[in-house]
Nanobody, 120 residues
């Protein structure tokens, strides 16, 4: 089992910054990818950024150049540095841990979510 605990959300003015953290515990491997997703009211959950075992990163077009994902494998923690925040970034942000398997499809673990609100 894997447990994910997010922190760092809050209320910020447009143009401001926030840093989200996600601490993973349980059966964790640095070989598996971690990432951040978000869900705004009335919308589907969408990918924000992911980071692989060798620090390969992937970002949604809407956050490229503004957000940076990183991970500390020694601490089993993934971070999301969010700069130049916009009101449209307002959402609940979820941490994700994707367990890959050679025998079947990957399995996703999710945190409880942390609210990010950007005021205009």
């Amino acid at each position: 089992q894997v447990q994910l605990v997010e922190s760092g959300g809050g209320l910020v003015q447009a143009g401001g910054s926030l840093r989200l953290s996600c601490a993973a515990s349980g059966s964790i491997s640095s070989l598996n990818a971690m990432g951040w997703y978000r869900q705004a009211p009335g919308k589907q959950r969408e990918l924000v950024a992911t980071i692989g075992s060798i620090a390969f990163t992937n970002y949604a077009d809407s956050v490229k150049g503004r957000f940076t994902i990183s991970r500390d494998n020694a601490k089993n923690t993934v971070y999301l540095q969010m700069n130049s925040l916009k009101p449209e970034d307002t959402a609940v942000y979820y941490c994700n841990y994707r367990r890959s398997s050679a025998y079947g499809p990957p399995y996703d673990y999710w945190g409880q979510g942390t609210q990010v609100t950007v005021s205009s």
